[in-house]
């Protein structure tokens, strides 16, 4: 399985990016699509997840980010919206079964957000 994600980029605090991540290869089982970031210095983090039929969020996004999915072309997508500078990190997309017996990782994609 490949993950490509994209729509990173440099925005003003408040703006807003959209971000996609198509999955291809052999997808087998139920599954959930994510994102996560990393900002300089720091740990890898939690952003957003979705099944489909379910979606979970950060505290720090929720209410600013909605993640999507369309599974007929197994792409997610993360609209971010009043984007802060905290927000800047390189963005990572993954899919992941539902069981946790495997999982892939994209190779992300810089967001930056200035003040």
């Known amino acids: 399985v490949q993950l490509q994600a994209s729509g990173g980029g440099s925005v003003l605090a408040g703006g807003s990016l959209t971000l996609s991540c198509a999955a291809s290869?052999?997808?087998?089982?139920?599954?959930?699509m994510g994102w996560y970031r990393q900002a300089p210095g720091k740990q890898r983090e939690f952003v957003a997840i979705?099944?489909?039929?379910?979606?979970s969020y950060a505290d720090s996004v929720k209410g600013r980010f909605t993640i999507s999915r369309d599974n007929a072309k197994n792409t997610v997508y993360l609209q971010m919206n009043s984007l802060k500078p905290e927000d800047t990190a390189v963005y990572y997309c993954?899919?992941?079964?539902?069981?946790?017996?495997?999982?892939?990782w994209g190779q992300g994609t810089l967001v930056t957000v200035s003040s």
């Open positions: 993954n899919i992941a079964s539902t069981r946790g017996d495997w999982d892939f």
């Open positions: 290869g052999s997808i087998s089982g139920m599954n959930a």
């Open positions: 979705t099944t489909g039929d379910f979606a």
